[in-house]
């Protein structure tokens, strides 16, 4: 991190000071204090950090953030009317003194696979940072950009949200060069209450761009493709069934694709011009995260031998499309969260492992999806019954799911409530040579599911 005085962050956030310093880190952890760092207590639902003020000082902050305007300090303080939007105002100014780019980036499904390919790929040419982790709320991702230094010539982040609005403020801190939005899919429909107002949500992440920046945008989704000419800004497109996206790919058979410029401007690759790349996760979906990636690359200047490179070397890993062979299974562990959308995009990969063996998806309830949850659950065991020849369906919508399986015909279909049982019944079931895709939405833990159908140990 770059050193800045209190005095800058007060004007930063157009706060009061008491005092002034010298910082080189905020942390918002009060036991957790690096030197010369500005203490910023945030206050939730459960706790105030602003009652840890105390612990943070022992620990050696050099400076406080608080909106208690009664309470005085023993360091220097800077007084705010809301720490939680101030930390946001902080990073944008702070970001603003670093320079160099951002890329932003949001969706319903594939933000984060689109991240680590813009990563892979920019950081062939340029140094570069990333979003860490899932550090893509209004908490995360204004830590995320006061990692940047002078030296950061370009930052991509990304930004999750489940309600209108935090796009909006998170974006006012990123200001992006370039703003990419994958979909829009159906995550979070509960709050937003249809794919129409998803779309809007994702939209807010254009009200923060730089003057003269762009939105890269999936054409492919009919919702962003309307749109286009009516954002108020430059509009990049890519896509793979909309041939009239500015950057489009033809998949072939053996996983590799080319990637077509129809129209963007790109120094390094002429329109009309083309490549062939490849990726080492599987997908059609993931192609299109990767076309997302070479549009940023394309529009920076990056080499097309930069790209290519970029998009192979990226590997998932964890619970994130991570596919393994294990114990003489295939495995394909996609346990990090899900919706409808990412539920038919991992059972159509699954529906390609099935070689020697059967193609055994176990699918746990999606979350959040409101009054879409019976609909959304169906079309996951439509598409399990399309891409798998047995279904194992866990938690309070597995009997949706199994509704769903059942319609399109699909017979070897199991429900369960509970995940001992469902392991139990799936390790005397599964053979050697079999496919199985373990996927859910987060608060189903499949990762432990799998764990146990592999004999680990789990916590």
């Known amino acids: 991190m770059e050193r800045f005085t209190l005095a800058q962050a007060a004007e930063w956030t157009k706060g009061e000071t008491a005092g002034d310093a010298v910082l080189t880190a905020v942390s918002t952890d009060s036991r957790r204090i690096p030197q010369e760092a500005l203490f910023l207590p945030l206050a939730g639902e459960r706790f105030d950090g602003h009652d840890f003020i105390g612990k ?12 208690r305007a009664c309470e005085e300090y023993p360091v220097p303080a800077l007084y705010v009317g809301n720490t939680s939007q101030a930390l946001l105002d902080l990073a944008g100014g702070y970001r603003m003194m670093c320079g160099g780019s951002v890329v932003g980036v949001t969706g319903s499904v594939g933000k984060t696979t689109t991240k680590e390919l813009l990563y892979a790929v920019l950081a062939q040419q340029f140094r570069a940072e990333k979003t860490e982790g899932n550090l893509n709320n209004e908490i995360g991702l204004p830590l995320t950009l006061m990692r940047m230094t002078k030296n950061t010539e370009v930052m991509v982040a990304e930004m999750g949200m489940n309600h209108f609005g935090e796009l909006s403020r998170m974006t006012a801190a990123a200001q992006p060069d370039y703003a990419v939005i994958t979909n829009i899919g159906t995550s979070h429909i509960e709050f937003l209450g249809s794919r129409e107002g998803i779309c809007r949500a994702k939209l807010e992440i254009l009200e923060g761009l730089r003057q003269g920046g762009a939105a890269v945008l999936c054409g492919d989704e009919p919702l962003l493709w309307d749109k286009r000419d009516s954002l108020g800004c430059t509009v990049y497109t890519y896509g793979m069934e909309n041939q009239a996206c500015d950057l489009v790919a033809h998949l072939h058979p053996d996983g590799s694709f080319t990637v077509i410029n129809n129209g963007l401007p790109s120094e390094t ?10 990726l080492s996760i599987p997908g059609a979906h993931n192609v299109l995260n990767a076309l997302a990636a070479a549009s940023v690359g394309l529009l920076m ?63 746990g309830s999606m979350l959040e999806l409101g009054d879409y949850t019976e609909e959304g659950h ?21 009997d949706a799911i199994a509704r769903g399986a059942e319609e399109k015909g699909m017979t070897a279909v199991h429900a369960f409530t509970d995940q001992n049982e469902l392991v139990e019944k799936l390790r005397a079931d599964a053979k050697p040579g079999d496919a199985l895709l373990f996927k859910g939405s987060r608060g189903m833990r499949m990762e432990r599911a799998l764990a146990l159908f592999l004999g680990e140990e789990v916590e």
């Open 56 to 67: 943070a000082l022992e620990n050696g902050a050099a400076a406080v953030m608080s909106h």
């Open 269 to 278: 690759l002429p329109v009309g011009g083309s490549f062939t790349a490849k």
């Open 301 to 363: 200047g990056e080499t097309v031998e930069n790209i290519r490179t970029g998009l192979v070397s990226y590997t998932a890993s964890g619970m994130r499309q991570n596919i393994y062979e294990q114990n003489g299974f295939r495995i394909y562990a996609d346990c990090y969260n899900a919706s409808p959308d990412a539920m038919e995009a991992t059972l159509g990969v699954l529906g390609t492992m099935g070689d020697t063996g059967r193609r055994i998806a176990v699918l």
């Open 378 to 398: 169906r079309r996951a065991g439509r598409a399990a019954a399309e891409h798998a020849d047995v279904l194992y369906a866990y938690g309070p919508s597995a």
